[in-house]
């Protein structure tokens, strides 16, 4: 069975500029979170889909936005990139609502580099 | 505010040592707490879940234990190996909210 998916691996963008990160879920999942893990702080919670709703949203600024697809697929947007925003990109999924407290599974992540 | 705390930072010992890692936690309303490794540069791999009202979880040469009541988890890991070098992260997820509370991690390292 495939694990949780991400895209792409690598992202390098310019201060001011959007980048689009994507996440394909485990088959059978439809919780889809993100985390940002920034170099020497811990792990960020920054958003919650399910059944294609925005859930829950972490401590974040409104330019980090994102989506979940019918297939239960998402994209996290990040608008007017700032240096800060150089990170690692987590996604993880779990069996939605109903199993919401159940193990997250993560995905490799995408590395953006804002320069 | 419910706040994460790992303790060592970082660890490095022999191989074939068996060691604890500890994760301590403030608010004890908590619905599962949940133990992953991280490779250097990479995701998450989950280890353990311990749902509130268990008191441990065993894999394989791991066992991750839960006293609720104090506020704290151990991973316990046995006959440790070169490959079990990474980060080790804890986290709890609360009763009001789907959301996961991280602690920094502790980085073990086992020298062969």
């Known amino acids: 069975e495939a694990g949780v998916t991400q895209s792409p691996t690598h992202l390098i963008k310019t201060r001011g500029q959007q980048a689009t990160l994507r996440c394909s879920p485990i088959?059978?999942?439809?919780?889809v979170y993100w985390y940002q893990q920034a170099l020497g702080l811990g792990l960020q919670f920054l958003l919650w889909y399910d059944e294609g709703e925005e859930r829950n949203r972490g401590n974040f600024p409104p330019r980090f936005s994102g989506r979940q697809f019918p297939n239960y697929s998402s994209e996290l947007n990040v608008n007017a990139l700032e240096l800060e925003d150089s990170a690692l990109y987590l996604c993880?999924?779990?069996?939605?609502?109903?199993?919401?407290?159940?193990?997250?599974?993560f995905g490799p992540g995408t590395r953006l580099l804002v320069l | 505010k419910q706040e994460v705390t790992q303790i060592p930072a970082a660890l490095s010992v022999p191989e074939g040592e068996n060691l604890v890692l500890n994760c301590s936690f403030t608010d004890s309303a908590i619905y599962n707490l949940q133990w992953f490794r991280q490779d250097p540069g990479k995701g998450l791999t989950s280890l353990l879940l311990i749902q509130s009202s268990q008191r441990e979880q065993t894999s394989g040469r791991l066992n991750a234990s839960l006293d609720k009541s104090s506020g704290r988890s151990t991973l316990y890991i046995a006959a440790s190996q070169p490959g079990d070098s990474a980060t080790y992260l804890c986290a709890v997820k609360e009763d009001s909210n789907y959301q996961l509370i991280w602690g920094a991690g502790t980085k073990l390292i086992i020298k062969p």
């Open positions: 993880a999924s779990s069996s939605g609502l109903a199993g919401a407290h159940g193990a997250q599974y």
């Open positions: 088959s059978g999942h439809t919780s």
